[in-house]
T-cell receptor, first 117, second 113 residues
Framework: DSGVTQTPKHLITATGQRVTLRCSPR?????VYWYQQSLDQGLQFLIQ???????AKGNILERFSAQQFPDLHSELNLSSLELGDSALYFCASSVGGSGGPTQETQYFGPGTRLLVL | GNSVTQMEGPVTLSEEAFLTINCTYT??????LFWYVQYPGEGLQLLLK?????DKGSNKGFEATYRKETTSFHLEKGSVQVSDSAVYFC????????????FGQGTRLTINP
């Protein structure tokens, strides 16, 4: 158990709908990262938040957005869903997020499996 | 940009065989390198890591050495078990800029008894 929790574990929805995925980081971790794992794209970084502020953006679609709340949990919002959004969405957390010599490790949650029908 | 290339899978071995999964990377500077493992139906678990050249990461009998001259981080295990069956991902993280992980495509390993 990594200490990172994600809810829900599974989500089935229809095209055009909107869903929210939730992540709680490990106790004491300030950074949250979101990744998407799909069959055709592999594992891709979406976005990072550090202590409530957006820190870095990856291949995140405009239909997707995220935020990190004062209690450090994070939510990933996916809207106008398409069939191609079906994937496993991972959240990871680390103590910091600014890099440097400490090279903090990212710990991953169990993921939310999204199926868009 | 940064990238990671892993050997094509799937890989099927018999129990107690020697395992090598090749991983090479392209990056500016000296990234940190990681191996993550994903067991069936589960999330990603950190297996081992190395943060500078010639470092050797090890865990659960697995080892990988950070080779700057060949930009490689091959995963090895001397004697695999059925319980090692999983998907293995090589990843890098740059020490500059965004702290995202860049993953290889993953290698599915199946160990037969």
């Amino acid at each position: 158990d990594s200490g990172v929790t994600q809810t829900p574990k599974h989500l089935i929805t229809a095209t055009g709908q909107r869903v929210t995925l939730r992540c709680s980081p490990r106790s004491g971790d300030l950074s949250v990262y979101w990744y998407q794992q799909s069959l055709d794209q592999g594992l891709q970084f979406l976005i990072q938040y550090y202590n409530g502020e957006e820190r870095a953006k990856g291949n995140i679609l405009e239909r997707f957005s995220a935020q990190q709340f004062p209690d450090l949990h994070s939510e990933l919002n996916l809207s106008s869903l398409e069939l191609g959004d079906s994937a496993l969405y991972f959240c990871a957390s680390s103590v910091g997020g600014s890099g440097g010599p400490t090279q903090e490790t990212q710990y991953f949650g169990p993921g939310t499996r999204l199926l868009v029908l | 940009g940064n990238s990671v290339t892993q050997m094509e899978g799937p890989v099927t071995l018999s129990e107690e065989a020697f395992l090598t999964i090749n991983c090479t990377y392209t990056a500016t500077g000296y990234p940190s390198l990681f191996w993550y493992v994903q067991y069936p139906g589960e999330g990603l678990q950190l297996l081992l890591k190395a943060t500078k050249a010639d470092d050797k990461g090890s865990n659960k009998g697995f080892e990988a050495t950070y080779r700057k001259e060949t930009t490689s981080f091959h995963l090895e295990k001397g004697s695999v078990q059925v319980s090692d069956s999983a998907v293995y991902f090589c990843a890098l993280r740059s020490i500059q800029g965004a702290q995202k992980l860049v993953f290889g495509q993953g290698t599915r390993l199946t160990i037969n008894p």
